[in-house]
């Protein structure tokens, strides 16, 4: 049998006329040729591919049907028939890169896809015009939330996918290119970023096991194996200016010498003591009252705001020359903040090569590196010059120099005596120029691979990727700096290092069978993680010291400390996928992940993380035939497991590490003590999660989206549990506690105009989650866990409610005159009320209630495009809403102790005197009067930050082609764009993105104006 | 595909799966291996003494609420210095007995690595020094509040269940520990260590605090005298003047039985040295460094009692106070010629004022420009209330200062940048420990004997102050005495409740406390002698059986 079937093929090749086709393959879209276009000879595996010129030739019988396939093209088919040239034009299939999803260790079709995925494309990164890719997801997808930490060049961006999980916080799992970064993603120039898929549900991100709980986002730069065409030179770039923007209202200074003088009045009033004749005076001669008397006051925020400069500019050379596809780029990113001293500067570069060496075997290499500079200015300097009162002045009164103490300003010939006489701070214009602090960050990541096929539906692959990171950190404060003076220098320096390999090992068979469709994969990796850090610093060093470059060689050494540390960890993994399909109807997808840990301890290592999903394309099913306007209908239903390693490497060890320090008459007795309880039965914690989707496409695809809902419980969450005082340690952790996140997530994108010319389109997302804490440990609904806003006690966790809580008394006022009740409470006339819940008279922890999460209700973005012709206009909005945070800003610049700092422009309560007027608020209290609801438990600085932002709003145009033949390029456009040009929000701080900033991390709102080239040759 | 499996078999061969998960730990050591080895026994002693540096960080569980300090400008606790509003939810009697319950546990630890760790010939001793510090911490614990929960094992796990011992037995536990730390300390210790005399002196202090209690044995007050009068040793005060031993640099002295290190040598950084020379006065301004002078919070400023405790003939009032401030605060200790320094601020006291005029005119270039202060009734009725007590304002500068405490040479400037020891146990203390317990044995000659050797030191002529009426010799005089002598040392708060003359004294000499309605009555009309047991502690306890004090409830 075997036999006779060899020998019909050999007649039948033997019987029929072998004739060479020879022809050119060129691309639909500019014409040029395309090289490495394959060409088969259908239902046989002879081919052969274009060579650079896009020409083939190849042996075929005059029955023989040529097919014509390239990534990124739709294939074609042509019959020989007695043809000996074919010249052949593909069309870009532009729907392809859409139609794909990046999956983790392979991809799927979207049409196949059972899970919950997210995809933000090069086009949509590319044209906010951010410094960094994080920015420009913001409100992209539905669901994940991404939030600014602060409004400095070089910020961090925070992403939340489906609400949070964790106690111990958490951030996706960032892959860029296979590499795990810990680092996240900041380091890439967004142009160099071909797409990045988020995914969001368990059963996707169980393929990440141990990892995968937070999310994860597979972040695939431009590569040379998706290299279609001859060789392209392309340059993107902008100039921009960034200005300060939607600054607070502060008090002007005689709105302010009132607080002062109020503040004393009150003062002298509460200590029943005289009121001082002249209230807020302390200071000798005449120069303060001759401030006051002709206006003569300092706007100090404006002395130190500046316009900042902004600028990206990348290029790149792709192309492919057969069987190789290559890819170079580089890029150079800077920012200027808007206090003078903050810049922010990048540069990268990247190689990715792309080499199939046969039918067999093919190898690659991608290769990523960039420089960070980021300039931090000096620590104290903004917020200084918002603290500093208008009424003092920045110059010496004698010298008409900058004076390091304004509010110290001593009059010449009388040591003690001042002309205003306020605070020591110093002088942000000459504390600007003694202190400064630095970052600079290296990343080098790539990754080898090596790919082998020995049947056309196996590969085999194996990728080591190895990472380098490293970062400095710097600081140096001068003699004339907040803090130092009089004193000697002081610097700091912190070196960090890390470094990882990835090595991958995996299988892929695809199969079809009749109606049965396969896919496994699987995978074997191990992953290996160092971390290095190295810190020194010194005080008291020589005057003559001006860096942090020379800590250790001048000055006091003895004040000279340092410190090193090392973490490694490692992990081994298995893990398995099986896609399968029935009739392209019926999906099914399969998952799990085995990790083994170093960091759990013996016997807890390993765990494992399964999932399965299942998907039906109802558009398919017959009964759907004759519903001609839906175009495509799928839904989908997964359940799966995911982890979220937060165990730090040697948690489960019993260590002595902390240092204490003692001497014995002058001989230095340093010492170690334990560190604390050892928890060995620490592991993962664990999240399991039901998540439901409808994918729909309707109107030949006018309009099309999704809808997902899900549930999710985590458990055995890492929480610090407090001992009992008496144990002699403060805290363990233990794998206690669980929350639930449930959720709603629905996008929408519609072509509302498509006419010839014009063409309008709008997408729009919208997601809603719930977060709720079900448990914590045996007999405890709440515990306390600080989140460093100034103010922790009101930092809760709590059964039933959400993470991020904030428990305190709730204000409701002021005590007016005459409100008899104020005395029932302790309190009186002019001081911040609170409500006594259970009207006992008495104010106690029962009367606390919960003020609100800082976690959104919900969140959304919109995108509009417009084109006319050459033109496109566009616009982005992103919307966080139900926020509440308690606003370190409001707690600096509403303090009501305080009376010597610039105060945010507010009403407030005085009480009749024979000084000032009375004043009349109901939500301001009186100045140092506040009483101790205020005073003590700070219940009046919290703020709602719901927000909605303009995230951009762009105007291009691109240059006919006709007009560009004769220069050699062939695509220019030019925009203009406006960055953050409108916020709506009720928030009166800087920012309400960042609200929850503490002030020296957080600062002023800026709008970016640019102009930008995106150029092709 | 078979030739795929071997080679994937292979890889995973490659990387051996136990020793590839195994933790490589470079930084820390294991706390069972280091402490096991005596190099690291020494380190777990020297974290064991370290932990005083904790527990006194703050002065607000020994000094506030006393008849002899009261909140200046900065209020401090208020339920600590006014008593009405103390209650369990004080945050600063939580941090003292978290504070020094972690240095207890140190101390366990290290007692339990004594029996395991490598033997040397210093290992006896260093037990005896846990042992002691141990027993230092309970003391506390048991003057501040009661009974407490005696735990003397190391804690490994995570135990979440405690009971209170009561008071007796906390006392009893802290008199066997002493007991057999003296049988094991150095008789000559290295300055700084616990040595022979200064377990004497706690151990007679614990005997001491006993007798008054009700559960105190007959011979309490004779185990006192007696080892107050062992713990001196036949040591007189001559060797030092009272202003020497408050001169900085001079920490390191015969009169020292015990005392905090706080060399410069060993601060984690210029701000974590002590802060007891911050506390006690008003601020001075905020450019310390650059201008010569100490940073103060204007927490704990004196009493119009404290001032009046003194008279011209006794030194120790200008060894107390900076009561002649130069222009550079500073000069006072490291000019040696003082003859160009100008003085920019003089605190008369009550004998002084007089002569104010005679004063200014006996140096008009360094006192021309001199701002004076001077001792000045504010009122008289119903009490004695002087002008540096309660000044219509809290300005910079206008009250005196304690300059017991001063450091000149602190590296930066603010809370916690001294370099100068606590002393916690000294040879003037001892007399009046020995002046107590032979009082409270009605033995007052030899009572007088005691307190007539601290007196000497003072004196600014001799026998100006000596005691010779032995029917002067009362409860009252002898805390009188420690006012002058140990202001600030961190006793007081105990003293008086000793004594049992904390109401009193308090209700009396504190105006913040006597303007109060029955500041010290608590539920159940109990009075607030003791500090409540922190509802932290009481909530995260899992044993519910674990009662309140008194007045608490």
């Known amino acids: 049998m075997g036999l006779s079937v060899i020998l019909g093929l050999c007649f039948s090749v033997s019987v029929l006329a072998q004739n060479v086709v020879t022809g050119t393959v060129t691309s639909s879209d500019d014409g040029a040729p395309l090289p490495g276009v394959s060409v088969l000879v259908k239902g046989t595996s002879k081919g052969t591919a274009t060579d650079t010129n896009g020409e083939f030739s190849i042996s075929a019988s005059s029955s023989d049907v040529l097919i014509f396939s390239f990534i990124g093209y739709a294939a074609q088919e042509a019959s020989v028939g007695s043809q000996t040239s074919i010249n052949i034009i593909l069309a870009p299939d532009l729907q392809e890169l859409a139609e794909v999803v990046v999956v983790g260790y392979g991809t799927v079709k979207k049409t196949d896809l059972t899970g919950s995925v997210g995809l933000v494309d090069n086009e949509q990164l590319v044209k906010r015009g951010t410094v960094g890719a994080v920015e420009a997801m913001q409100g992209q997808v539905a669901g994940v939330d991404i939030s600014s930490s602060n409004g400095r060049p070089g910020s961090n961006f925070n992403i939340q996918i489906r609400g949070v999980q964790s106690v111990q916080g958490g951030q996706p799992l960032y892959v860029v290119d296979g590499v795990i970064m810990p680092e996240g993603i900041g380091f890439l120039n967004p142009q160099d970023i071909e797409r990045v898929d988020i995914l969001k549900d368990a059963s996707s991100a169980a393929i990440y096991g141990s990892r995968g709980a937070y999310g994860v986002v597979l972040v695939t730069t431009k590569a040379g194996s998706n290299v279609k065409q001859k060789a392209v030179i392309s340059y993107d770039g902008f100039v921009g200016v960034r200005k300060a923007a939607r600054l607070p209202e502060f008090m002007d200074g005689d709105t302010w010498w009132n607080w002062r003088q109020d503040s004393y009045i009150s003062d002298a009033i509460v200590r029943g003591q005289a009121i001082p004749a002249n209230p807020g005076y302390n200071s000798t001669g005449p120069e303060l009252q001759r401030r006051l008397d002709e206006k003569d006051y300092t706007d100090w925020a404006s002395l130190l705001i500046q316009d900042g400069r902004q600028s990206n500019h990348w290029v790149s050379l792709a192309g492919r020359s057969e069987k190789i596809g290559y890819t170079f780029g580089a890029g150079y990113q800077d920012e200027e903040g808007n206090v003078g001293g903050e810049k922010y500067k990048r540069y990268n570069f990247k190689t990715s090569v792309d080499h199939v060496l046969n039918e067999h075997w093919s190898a690659g290499l991608n290769f990523n590196l960039a420089f960070e500079q980021q300039d931090k200015g000096s620590p104290n300097a903004m917020l200084q010059a918002f603290r500093m009162n208008p009424v003092m002045s920045p110059y010496d009164v004698e010298s008409g120099e900058l004076i390091v103490s304004p509010g110290k300003d001593e009059i010449a010939g009388q040591p003690g005596k001042y002309h205003v006489d306020f605070t020591s701070s110093v002088n942000p214009l000459v504390d600007q120029k003694n202190a400064y602090q630095e970052a600079s960050a290296t990343y080098a990541i790539g990754n080898i691979f090596l790919q082998y096929s020995p049947v056309s539906w196996i590969n085999v692959r194996t990728t080591l990727s190895p990472r380098f990171t490293s970062k400095i950190e710097g600081q140096y404060l001068g003699r004339d700096s907040e803090g130092r003076v009089g004193g000697q220098p002081y610097a700091q320096r912190q070196d960090n290092r890390s470094y990882s390999y990835i090595w991958d090992n995996q299988i892929t068979a695809t199969k079809s069978i009749n109606d049965h469709g396969f896919t496994f994969m699987g995978l074997y990796s191990t992953n290996y993680f160092v971390d290095e850090m190295t810190f020194v610093a010194q005080n008291n060093m020589d005057v003559s010291a001006k860096s942090y470059y020379n800590i250790g060689q001048t000055g006091d050494l003895t004040k000279v400390t340092s410190r090193s540390e090392y973490s490694k960890e490692t992990l081994m993994s298995f893990a398995a996928r099986l896609n399968y399909a029935y009739k392209d109807k019926y999906l099914v997808t399969l998952t799990s992940r085995w990790d083994g840990a170093s960091v759990l301890s013996e016997g807890n290592k390993w765990t494992s993380f399964p999932s399965a999903a299942i998907g039906w394309k109802i558009s398919e099913e017959s009964f759907m035939s004759d519903v001609n306007f839906v175009d495509n209908l799928k839904l989908r239903a997964s359940y799966g497991f995911t982890g979220n390693k937060v165990v730090a490497p040697y948690s489960t060890m019993a260590t002595a590490s902390t240092g204490t320090y003692y001497d014995f008459g002058g001989t230095g007795a340093n010492g170690l003590r334990p560190d604390g309880i050892a928890n060995q039965d620490l592991t993962w914690e664990r999240t399991g999660e039901v998540s439901v989707g409808l994918d729909y496409s309707i109107l030949q695809g006018r309009v099309l989206g999704s809808v997902d809902v899900y549930n999710k419980k985590s458990k055995d969450l890492i929480i610090r549990r407090q001992m009992p005082y008496e144990s002699g340690y403060s805290d363990v952790y233990q794998n206690i506690g669980e929350v639930v996140n449930k959720g709603v997530e629905v996008s929408l994108t519609t072509v509302n105009v498509s006419t010839g010319d014009l063409e309008w389109t709008t997408t729009l997302n919208f997601a809603k989650n719930n977060n709720e804490v079900t448990k914590l440990y045996e007999g405890t609904d709440m515990i306390l866990e600080s989140r460093g806003d100034g103010y922790n006690p009101d930092d809760v966790i709590q059964v039933g409610q959400p993470m991020g809580s904030y428990y305190n008394w709730v204000t409701d006022g002021v005590w007016q005159a005459g409100d008899t009740e104020a005395a029932t409470y302790g309190q009186r006339e002019g001081q911040g009320r609170v409500v006594d819940y259970d009207n006992n008279d008495v104010i106690d922890a029962e009367d606390k209630r919960f003020i609100g999460s800082n976690l959104p209700d919900w969140t959304g973005g919109f995108n509009s495009t417009l084109t006319y012709k050459g033109f496109d206009f566009s616009f982005s909005v992103v919307a966080r809403q139900g926020m509440t945070y308690y606003s370190p800003f409001h707690a600096e610049f509403t303090n009501h102790e305080d009376r010597g700092r610039a105060k945010l422009d507010i009403d407030w309560y005085m009480q009749d005197n024979p000084h000032t007027d009375s004043r009349s608020s109901n939500v301001y209290p009186q100045p140092k009067n506040a009483g101790i609801y205020w005073r003590t438990y700070a219940v009046g600085y919290y703020r709602d930050a719901s927000f909605v932002k303009i995230k951009n709003i762009t105007l291009g145009y691109t240059i006919p082609k006709q007009l560009l033949e004769k220069t050699g390029i062939t695509h220019l456009r030019v925009y203009g764009n406006v960055l953050n040009p409108f916020v709506f929000t009720d928030y009166d701080g800087f920012d309400p993105e960042w609200a929850g900033a503490t002030f020296a991390n957080g600062g002023m709102s800026s709008i970016t104006y640019q102009f930008g080239v995106n150029l092709k040759f | 595909m078979k030739k795929i499996l071997t080679a994937l078999c292979l ?65 401090g606790p208020v339920g600590l210095s006014e008593y009405k509003t103390l209650s369990p939810g004080e945050a600063a009697v939580a941090t003292f007995y978290q504070t020094v319950y972690q240095a207890i546990q140190v101390a366990n630890t290290g007692i339990h690595y004594a029996e395991l760790t490598a033997q040397t010939t210093t290992l006896p001793s260093r037990k005896g020094e846990l042992k002691f510090l141990r027993a230092y911490y309970y003391f506390l614990l048991v003057q501040s509040f009661g009974g407490v929960s005696i735990v003397d094992d190391m804690i490994t796990t995570a135990q979440t269940a405690f009971d209170r011992n009561t008071e007796e037995e906390v006392y009893e536990f802290i008199i066997s520990e002493l007991e057999e730390a003296q049988s094991l300390v150095d008789e000559n210790p290295v300055f700084g260590r616990v040595g022979v005399r200064a377990v004497k002196h706690l151990l007679a202090k614990v005997y001491l605090t006993r007798g008054y209690l009700s559960f105190g044995e007959a011979n309490d007050f004779v185990e006192a005298s007696t080892l107050a009068d062992e713990a001196i040793a036949g040591y007189d005060l001559s060797s030092i003047s009272y202003q020497d031993l408050f001169w900085p640099g001079k920490e390191k002295n015969n009169e020292i039985l015990f005392s905090i290190q706080f060399s410069s040598t060993s601060l984690a950084n210029a701000t974590s040295g002590s802060s007891q020379s911050g506390f006690y006065g008003p601020y001075h301004g905020g450019e310390g460094l650059a201008k010569g002078y100490p940073w103060r919070s204007y927490n704990l400023i004196p009493t119009s009692y404290f001032y009046d405790l003194f008279n011209q ?16 605060y500073f000069d006072f200790y490291d000019k040696a010629d003082k003859s160009e320094s100008k003085i920019s601020r003089y605190y008369p006291q009550a004998w002084e004022v007089a002569d104010t005029a005679a004063w200014r005119a006996a ?63 000294r040879l003037a203390e001892t007399y009046l420990i020995a002046a107590e317990a032979y009082l409270m044995r009605n033995d007052k000659a030899t009572a007088m004997d005691r307190i007539n050797e601290v007196k000497g030191r003072a004196e600014r002529t001799p026998g100006a102050l000596q005691l010779t009426d032995e029917n002067d010799v009362t409860i009252d005089e002898i805390l009188d005495e420690r006012a002058r002598e140990l202001f600030g040392e961190y006793h007081r708060w105990f003293d008086l409740k000793r004594t049992g003359k904390l109401v009193e004294r308090v209700n009396l000499y504190n105006k913040d406390v006597r303007d109060i309605d029955d500041a010290f009555v608590g539920t159940g009309g109990n009075l607030k002698i003791l500090r409540p047991i922190p509802q932290p502690a009481l909530e995260l306890n899992t044993n519910k059986d674990f009662p309140q004090n008194p007045a608490y409830e």
């Open chain 2, 11 to 75: 890889l995973i061969l490659l990387t051996n799966c136990s020793d590839y998960l195994t933790e490589e730990n470079k930084t820390d050591t294991l706390a069972d291996q280091l402490y096991r080895t005596a190099s690291g026994f020494e380190n777990l002693v020297n974290a064991s003494y370290s932990g005083l540096r904790n527990v006194y960080a703050a002065p607000f569980m020994f000094e506030s609420g006393t008849d002899i300090a009261v909140d200046g400008r900065n209020p």
């Open chain 2, 313 to 328: 003939d006794d030194t120790r009032w200008e060894g107390s106070i900076m009561n002649v401030m130069y222009e550079r």
């Open chain 2, 363 to 425: 140096d008009p270039a360094n006192r021309a420009n001199t701002e004076i202060y001077p001792y000045e009734i504010k009122s008289t009725t119903p009490y004695v209330v002087n002008e540096w007590e309660q000044p219509d304002v809290y300005l910079d500068n206008i009250i005196p200062t304690i300059r017991k405490f001063d450091d000149p040479t602190a590296a930066a400037f603010g809370q916690g940048s001294s370099n100068r020891d606590i002393y916690l146990m």
